[in-house]
């Protein structure tokens, strides 16, 4: 139950914390000229939709999630405690407080993981993209280089040729 709340809470937070990408802050003459494709920004629209749905559910539902984890905690009370039926049963504060504890857990370890990793993860790999194509221009560049020194090499070949047969 623990473990299954955590990873609820994990989702949530995840989904709260998605950074947005530079689409969102245009700002003219700094498009990147290297790259065929833009940023994909479809995991940041999902997620502010959902972020807007779980938030309007919450305010809406809110009775409803409250007895549906009144429920829960019953439930998991009643699977530890005695065999005879009672209407609180005697862990039940303890069930609820790990529902809830985990949850709050997960949720903040999801945000936080997301804002501060998965951010530099996005960071990272956009800035490697960007040094590959750097590179890609440099190795263009470099081999053109090399196409005009193959070119003069050939007209010297042809001039000392030139040289030699009037020499001879």
Do not use: H
């Not at 997620?47 to 829960?72: E, R």
């Not at 956009?126 to 590959?132: A, M, P």
């Not at 020194?149 to 009037?166: S, W």
């Amino acid at each position: 139950v623990g473990g299954a709340t955590l990873f609820g809470g994990a989702i949530m937070g995840f989904l709260f914390a998605i950074p947005r990408s530079g689409a969102y802050r245009y700002r003219p003459g700094e498009e990147n000229s290297g790259s065929w494709y833009d940023d994909n920004t479809n995991l940041e629209e999902i997620s502010d939709w959902i972020t807007k749905i779980i938030v309007g559910l919450t305010m809406v539902k809110f009775n409803t999630i409250l007895s549906l984890l009144q429920n829960a905690a019953k439930n998991l009370a009643l699977s530890l405690g005695p065999d005879k039926p009672c209407d609180l049963p005697p862990f039940y504060p303890w069930a609820y407080g790990v529902i809830v504890f985990f949850i709050a857990s997960g949720f903040v370890i999801g945000y936080l993981w997301t804002r501060i990793n998965f951010a530099l993860i996005l960071t990272v790999s956009r800035k490697r993209l960007n040094d590959i194509a750097n590179l890609e221009r440099e190795k263009e560049k470099k081999l053109n280089e090399i196409a005009t020194i193959e070119q003069e090499k050939e007209q010297l070949q042809d001039v000392v040729k030139e040289e030699k047969t009037g020499f001879v």
